[in-house]
């Protein structure tokens, strides 16, 4: 289980990144799981299988966000130079979904506690395309007609690498751009376009064997707006003004809201029209969901540009997808939780989940990692399950109804628990 000393450093500990000065190793959760116990399980047959040790390479396609901008900047005055030239500024190394600097928290470095072969993973800084970017494809800027030139570069470097055969995860993170831009030209930035430019970008993608996409809900970018300094007041007022966003400050809670939906109905779309596949999946990570401002320190989670995320910003995102991945589908947290716990694979539930194999899993990967103290957490293990069947079976004889009503209605109705996953700290998102 976790130990006490983590338990009580998150409860009773301010984070040392709550002023202005920040060093790489704060920028590091402890990772609580036990691997070997999950590593010895077989390896993947298929997608619905698959755990962070099958895992043998990663990318992403998406904007900015993806790309890092800004994010290891401390000051105002260091934004500068990036008038001149932003790919300076493109912390590849430290993003969320695809960095694998060493020393932060990131869902590449995650996976690495699984398999330390894992490749596609970008480092340092540097523009898309580049040896840095490797596998990161995301473009500051890009808006979602531009995934499919992404995916395109992205499928040829992974067949020309020789790696289509290794398992993938590859991240979508698309929206914010096309929301700064929908005041100005809702028709080209429509809710229709948006997820024909999703499909046509993950058909391409499923040129690809073995692969799990991560598509994640976009992000409300006027919120930002309600960063409560004059300092990002004023910024946010030069974005406005040089066309940067122009619709930061304005409500986009209906745009947004439509977008989410496009992106649901791009999930079910390769729900059904690839159902032979058993090699590929999309799954929708939602945490991204429900956009709201943390109460302390907010400006901390976010880059001087008061915009894109800070390095601190990018941990609680790394840490969120990777709990995302760990939970049911239809039990997935929609929100972005500030300083909650590494979830954990266990013997039980190792995998990633999908919509195929969330209808079968036993709960809802509990804090107990590797599985070691499973037996201590109601239905988790098998002979669990097996009393209370049990018992139905039962009852059902006694009182004249039939056993698959019982263990039907059961069923259907449970939800898992997150208990163990709760936030130490009242929740707050970016």
């Known amino acids: ?49 698959l755990r962070p ?13 993806t790309a890092g901008l800004f994010a290891k900047v401390k000051h105002v005055l260091g934004l500068l130079p990036s008038f001149i030239d932003k790919k300076l500024f493109e912390y590849r190394g430290v993003s969320w979904s695809v960095g694998g600097d060493s020393g932060v928290t990131t869902l590449p470095n995650l996976i690495k ?20 970017a490797a596998y990161n494809f995301a473009v500051s800027g890009a808006v979602a007609s531009d995934l499919l030139g992404q995916a395109q570069l992205l499928v040829d470097r992974i067949k020309s690498d020789n790696l289509d055969n290794e398992w993938k995860v590859i991240t979508i993170f698309i929206g914010g751009n096309d929301l700064c831009a929908i005041c100005d030209d809702r028709e080209t930035f429509s809710k229709e376009n948006f997820y024909s430019h999703l499909v046509s970008a993950i058909d391409k993608l499923s040129e690809l064997n073995k692969v799990f996409i991560n598509l994640v809900q976009t992000v409300e970018v006027s919120k930002v707006a309600t960063l409560p300094t004059l300092g990002c007041t004023l910024i946010q007022g030069l974005i406005d003004l040089f066309g940067t966003c122009k619709c930061v400050n304005q409500g986009l809670s209906k745009e947004q809201n439509e977008y989410k939906e496009k992106i649901i109905e791009v999930e ?21 969901g429900k956009t709201t401002i943390p109460t302390v320190n907010p400006t901390s989670y976010f880059a001087p540009d008061c915009f894109h995320l800070s390095q601190k910003g990018m941990l609680q995102a790394s840490v969120s997808l990777w709990n995302n991945m760990l939970e049911p589908v239809g039990s997935k947290t929609d929100e972005l939780l500030v300083d909650q716990l590494v979830k954990c694979p266990t013997v039980l539930n190792p995998y990633f989940y999908t919509h195929e194999n969330s209808d079968s899993s036993v709960n809802s990967l509990g804090g107990v990692p590797g599985g070691n103290d499973a037996p201590e957490n109601p239905l988790t293990t098998g002979q669990t399950i097996g009393v209370v069947v049990g018992t139905l079976l039962v009852v059902a004889v006694a009182v004249g109804m039939t056993v698959g009503g019982v263990v039907g209605f059961y069923f259907k109705n449970r939800k898992p628990t997150f208990s163990q996953y709760t936030s130490l700290s009242k929740a707050a998102r970016v």
């Open 1 to 49: 289980r976790y130990t006490n000393d983590y338990i009580s450093s998150i409860n009773h500990h301010p984070s040392p990144c709550e002023g202005v000065t920040c060093v790489a190793s704060v920028f590091k959760v402890e990772f609580p799981c036990e691997v070997s116990q999950v590593n010895a399980l077989p390896p993947a047959t298929n997608v619905h299988e």
């Open 113 to 132: 506690h699984y398999n330390s072969e894992l490749t596609g993973y970008s480092v340092k800084t540097g523009k898309e395309g580049s040896k840095n």
């Open 268 to 288: 079910n779309h390769f729900k059904s029209q690839l159902p032979e596949r058993d090699d590929f999946v999309v799954v929708v990570q939602p945490f991204f």
């Open 53 to 65: 040790t099958d895992v043998k390479v990663i990318g992403a396609i998406g904007d900015s966000m």
